[in-house]
């Protein structure tokens, strides 16, 4: 991750060809930079080219050697709302939306707004979530099972 302060446009950086072995010829590093955000909206205004230009120079400032080999573009994607951000007044939404769920049994408001955005926190959540609904469901099966069965007894 790149603060503000090191006076980059990059966001972050993530060195895929590390994390994802094979990605890349042995010769090479694969880089994905995430560049822009809600507090550099200018950035949609620019070219792919100029785009392309502002991620090497980013990287050159604070990843890379300067006399570093131009970049081997494999693609550029732009997001216009791509990471969400969690504006003033999102912890009270979170406390409302924790009463809703908790006056409903069975209701589960779940999505990146609740535990982080990133991918891990998203899964993690995500599965977490996923125990809390199948022990509800099978709560709610015995409780169903046991009134079916009173029933049939009357």
Known sequence: LNP???????LGTLWSSSLFPGRSPPDYN???????????????DLSEDEIIAEVDKGCRQVLLNEDA???KVLGLKIWPTAIPQY??????????????????PGLWIC??????????????FGYEHAK????????VTIESHDQETIGVRQ
């Open 132 to 139: 809390t609904v199948k022990k509800f469901l099978e709560k």
């Open 69 to 71: 080999p131009e970049p």
């Open 4 to 10: 503000r302060t090191e006076g980059v446009r990059t």
């Open 87 to 104: 504006e003033l007044g999102h912890l009270s939404l979170m406390k409302e939306l924790e009463a809703a769920e908790a006056k409903l």
């Open 30 to 44: 694969l880089l994905l930079n995430y560049i822009g955000g809600s507090r550099d909206i200018g950035l949609a």
């Open 111 to 124: 999505g990146n707004y609740r535990a982080g955005v990133a991918f891990p926190d998203c899964v993690t």
